[in-house]
């Protein structure tokens, strides 16, 4: 709204101000871009396309945890399907990719922490969808679950992803979570860039075994799909 009106008031400074003619031409080829190539990827537009680049990336000795929410199934599912797509970009083994489901977006920091403990995995991808009701849920959860998890990654020294999305609406959701702009294959991304930072920070050790953990008392010893050593739940 804002940025319609700044834009409306320099066409009258310069006294520009289009025929109506034009202005229903213009919403005319709007719409038909929308129906037949998509919506525009600028900031009127419903999608972000990926603002951010990746380098070549060698997450083959990663192990990555994924923790989805049951809330909001079907989005949430497309993007955990874009998350796996952006591992597999890095080389993530599909045997190295562990997932577990939470009901909602509010478990999701004290889940990240337990398996952050099980010292199982390199990085921790979290996975939900929260949508804006009438009430005032959605900004308490928000808020809780964003501090929570870098609370957990700060703490655990485990990088966790925050796959969250927040929207307004279902559009805005749909927007973000299908091709081409699906959020999760950034996410699947980052989780791969960030273990192999902490790799590097913490001793060279990859693949969820102890990378240093240890020596503060946290992370376990056991990779993750050596299931008599597993560490209980994970
Ligand atoms: N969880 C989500 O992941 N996304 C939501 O949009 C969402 N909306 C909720 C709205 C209400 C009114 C309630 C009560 C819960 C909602 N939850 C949602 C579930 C929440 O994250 C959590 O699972 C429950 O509050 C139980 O702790």
Known sequence: MH???SRTQ???ANQATPPNALIHFYFFF???RNVFVGPANNSFGQGAESEVSFGELDGSAMRIGIIRTRWNDEAVSRLVSGIKEGLKECKVAED???ETSVPGS???PLAARFLSLSGTVDAIITCGVL???DTYHFEYIADAVSKGLMNVQIQTSTPIVFGVLTCENESQVKARSTDPNNHGRDWGKTAVEMGLLRTEAMGGKSGGKDAG???VGLGGEKPINDKKGGSGFF
């Open 3 to 5: 940025i319609q009106k």
């Open 10 to 12: 320099t066409l009258n």
């Open 30 to 32: 709007c719409t038909l």
């Open 96 to 98: 190295n990719i562990f």
């Open 106 to 108: 509010f478990e999701l």
């Open 131 to 133: 949508i804006k009701g």
């Open 213 to 215: 953990l240890g020596a």
